[in-house]
């Protein structure tokens, strides 16, 4: 079925309307930051850059690391953004844009996440690394699209239980990572954990400054939350969205994360920039591991 022009918005040149993107300008492993700043941060690695645009937070530079090629992608924050991006990805290779029909021979495409979190967990010191198992989808964005098939409902069921979570608010999603690329990147320096995503960086995470919170004991919760060895390890706002868009459209994924705040020991790292470049190093040598 055609896919109407109100529904795959192009730009007068065939790109991609918020992206700007076309087909040839991605890799098939597509590096994820949030901050557009950083997109230089992991391309001054690279040996040659091919290809470069932005617009609006939405930057991509495309070229090449020790002879494999690599976009990187700033997605900006929330899992708004990640919706838009999953899917304006997933059209440029799985849907021909001149006929606007879905192609009969499906890409995956592998998405890694590079961002920054604060800790929950004491035991999870800052300038760590972390990489996440799991996704916890607090915020709602996912419910939006048949889910079924990618949701864990008895741990679900047991964190609604555990933090008495309210009715009112979204049910929350627990998603799996790509196992292939958490055997790729896992290592005896890198923690795991289960981040939790949240649709906001104050309230949803439990921050206070003006306005009181609807359930203040919710992090305390969160915190102590275990089914079967499976505790919550961060909060953060786009790792469960990439999970589970990327598991509905059949691609891979993976979310790592630079510490720089622990909140369990109210800590923040005195040199944060260090602990993201070293990260960025880390996932650039695990990309070309034979």
Request: glycine letters at 6%; hydrophobic letters at 35%; aromatic letters at 8%.
């Amino acid at each position: 079925m055609r896919i109407k022009e109100s529904e795959l918005i192009l730009n007068p040149d065939g790109s991609v309307y918020h992206l700007n993107l076309r087909p040839e300008n991605i890799a098939e492993t597509i590096l994820f930051v949030g901050d557009q700043d950083r997109v230089e941060k992991i391309t001054k690695h690279f040996d040659t850059i091919d290809f470069k645009t932005q617009k609006r937070e939405f930057k991509t530079q495309t070229g090449t690391y020790k002879g494999k090629r690599l976009t990187v992608l700033s997605t900006g924050i929330g899992p708004d953004n990640i919706d838009i991006v999953l899917n304006e990805l997933d059209a440029l290779v799985n849907i021909d844009l001149t006929t606007r029909k879905p192609k009969d021979e499906l890409t995956s495409l592998n998405i890694i996440r590079i961002g920054t979190s604060g800790s929950l967990q004491s035991e999870i010191p800052i300038n760590s690394f972390l990489l996440n198992t799991y996704g916890l989808d607090l915020n709602g964005m996912l419910h939006f699209y048949k889910i079924d098939s990618i949701c864990n409902t008895k741990i679900e069921e047991a964190f609604i239980k555990h933090t008495d979570w309210k009715p009112e608010k979204a049910r929350p999603i627990l998603i799996k990572n790509s196992s292939e690329l958490e055997a790729q990147f896992e290592s005896d320096i890198v923690f795991k954990g289960v981040t939790a995503t949240a649709g906001g960086f104050y309230g949803p995470q439990g921050r206070v400054l003006r306005l009181p919170l609807e359930d203040d004991t919710l992090n305390k919760k969160i915190e102590k939350f275990s089914y079967q060895e499976i505790k919550i390890s961060n909060f953060e706002m786009e790792t469960a969205a990439i999970y589970g868009l990327s598991k509905l459209l059949g691609h891979k994924a993976i979310s790592l994360n630079a510490i720089i705040a622990n909140r369990a020991n109210g800590t923040f790292s005195e040199n944060p920039g260090q602990v993201i470049k070293d990260l960025i190093e880390y996932t650039l040598d695990k990309l070309i591991e034979k």
